[in-house]
């Protein structure tokens, strides 16, 4: 199989998280504004590549490809006769996101790393963790199994926590671990 030097070069970058995201940002705009627009070969054959050296970016491609082309497929299929599996992404007649496009642009230019979380976060957004309800029981238990000392520092800590979140102060836990 021949390789695009776009191609090869992403394959080189895999240990670099900054040169991989330019070299997939090259590898999109090719798909989308290139001589072969429309053809995903390229995509599917760096995500051959990653799965060949082991390599856990596949599935950050496909998501971040998704974003781009929102209904794109992923098939893979075995040809009966050789026994081979091939894969294809299938993007006609979608669109691709004009606003991904540009931020892709923008994280490459930053030398924003593809593996790090800066580089999801802009692609969509810090995600806000709800908190989860107390679980009466399970914070019971955890009680019964401490000291008196260990509790009268949790008793402490509870009441800091009350007193600053009436005050939209953000608490810093000491050093001491209390539950």
């Known amino acids: 199989m021949t390789y695009t030097t776009l191609e090869k070069n992403f ?39 990653t799965n060949k050296k082991g390599d856990k970016i596949e599935q950050r491609i496909k998501f971040v490809f998704g974003l781009v082309y929102k209904g794109a497929t992923f098939k893979t299929e075995k040809n009966k006769k050789t026994g081979k599996t091939t894969s294809k992404m299938i993007i006609k007649g979608i669109k691709p996101n004009q606003k991904i496009l540009n931020i892709l642009e923008q994280l ?29 029981k399970s914070f019971l238990d955890t009680c019964s199994k401490r000291s008196l000392d260990e509790l009268v520092e949790m008793e402490k800590i509870i009441k800091i926590a009350i007193k600053n979140q009436k005050n939209n102060v953000v608490v810093e836990l000491p050093n001491k671990k209390a539950a």
């Open 11 to 49: 394959n080189r970058a895999l240990g670099n998280g900054i040169t991989l995201g330019f070299t997939f940002n090259e590898l999109i705009k090719n798909v989308v504004t290139g001589k072969s627009k429309g053809d995903t070969t390229s995509i599917v054959n760096v995500i051959g590549m």
């Open 108 to 136: 490459a230019q930053d030398k924003v790393s593809m593996r790090g979380d800066k580089y999801m976060q802009a692609l969509v957004g810090k995600t806000e963790k709800k908190p989860t309800p107390l679980n009466v």
